[in-house]
């Protein structure tokens, strides 16, 4: 946390710096040399993770970015969703819904090195279910004016199902190697049985 405060820090620091010094020498050039030494001295001593950690702060700042992006969008399918009328349909809206945070839960705890591709990759559907959603309430309010709206709504029933499955069996993907762990400690809960004697 200290190291968010490295930048406001070091800028604070060369300002006052520049300002000192110019009242003092009435000149420019020593103030902006002395500002700049100042601001990355005071930069640096702030910000004290190795370059490294930087690195892997970096990445997962990104990362929760993307997941807050997509996040922000299933909000809007969330809303959304209250409108379809069809019940599998809603159903399945609402089944993705509750699938999504968990999924990027469950990454973050159990493979955190992947949580910006899943958040992208996820984050892409849900653009994508976010405009079909759009257009399916749209063919729902207006049927008339679509060519075969019962079909077209039917597509969407199917295609929001497949969605579904889709969280559904990522969530599990992600439980198998959390699966493999459960099994080994469970063999090793209980020592061996004892041989009995007689």
């Known amino acids: 946390m200290r190291h968010k405060l490295a930048a406001p820090a070091g ?7 520049f300002v ?13 040399l002395l500002a700049v030494t100042a601001a990355i001295g005071v930069y640096l001593m702030v910000d004290d993770r190795s370059p490294a950690r930087a690195a892997g702060d970096s990445y997962l700042d990104e990362a929760n970015a ?7 969008t299933l909000r809007d399918v969330r ?9 599998a349909a809603r159903a399945s809206l609402e089944t993705a819904c509750r699938h999504v945070p968990d999924l990027f839960d469950r990454v973050r705890s159990t493979s955190p090195n992947t949580l910006y591709s899943t958040a992208s990759q ?11 959603v ?13 060519r075969d709206a019962d079909a077209l709504l039917t597509s969407g ?6 969605f579904a499955d889709f969280t559904l069996d990522s969530v599990r993907l992600v439980n198998q190697g959390d699966i493999g762990q459960y099994v080994a400690n469970l063999d090793t809960v209980a020592p061996p049985r004892m041989p009995e004697v007689t």
């Open 134 to 146: 759009r257009r399916y309430l749209d063919i729902q309010g207006s049927p008339l004016l679509y």
């Open 66 to 72: 993307k997941v807050a992006e997509a996040l922000r």
């Open 122 to 132: 996820i984050g892409a559907h849900l653009v994508s279910l976010d405009g079909a």
């Open 11 to 17: 800028l604070a620091t060369g300002a006052l710096v």
């Open 20 to 32: 000192g010094v110019l009242l003092a020498t009435r000149s420019v050039l020593w103030p902006a």
């Open 79 to 87: 809303r959304l969703s209250r409108e379809v009328q069809a019940p």
């Open 157 to 162: 029933d199917q295609a929001f199902q497949r």
